[in-house]
């Protein structure tokens, strides 16, 4: 019994050291059309949110390393296709309007940021005061 242990402990550790050869595309494609937000709405997006929904998204380490660097890139893939302040002015007026929208009624159902970011991002969680700037903001 301890010789199968052994075998697929070995096996494991082969398997982990071969999917760090499976490469994942970390991209930030140009910013074409920033979002135009005040300073402090902006600063408050670019610490919670620019990560997964703008082509800023700063990658850290552990986004080098399989199989979390699959679910990363996957993340932020999707979060960019569903919101991407990066290419916010290219929007027409109502579409931004039922963004604004959108976004307060997930950062007030504390939907955003999501759970499993904010645990590597303590700084990303929002406080009242910044989800009173930014219901400001989407009421403008």
């Known amino acids: 019994m301890k010789r199968i242990r052994r075998v697929f402990f070995v096996l494991l550790i082969l398997a982990f050291i071969g999917i760090q050869y499976v490469e994942v595309e970390r991209t930030n494609p140009p910013v074409t059309a920033d979002v135009n937000a005040p300073t402090e709405v902006k600063n408050i997006f670019k610490s919670s949110c620019y990560d997964c929904h703008s082509n800023e998204t700063v990658w850290p380490w552990y986004s080098k390393i399989?199989?979390?660097?699959?679910?990363?890139?996957?993340?932020?893939?999707?979060?960019?296709?569903?919101?991407?302040?990066?290419?916010?002015?290219?929007?027409?007026?109502?579409?931004?309007?039922?963004?604004?929208?959108?976004?307060?009624?997930?950062?007030?159902?504390?939907?955003?940021?999501?759970d499993i970011y904010t645990i590597m991002h303590t700084n990303a969680k929002l406080d009242i005061i910044q989800k009173n700037t930014i219901k400001k903001w989407v009421s403008e």
Do not use: C, H
Request: glycine share 2%; net charge positive.
């Open 66 to 114: 399989a199989p979390i660097s699959w679910l990363i890139v996957n993340d932020v893939m999707d979060g960019r296709k569903k919101l991407n302040f990066s290419e916010w002015e290219k929007f027409y007026s109502d579409k931004r309007t039922k963004l604004k929208k959108k976004i307060w009624d997930e950062i007030n159902q504390d939907e955003m940021p999501k």
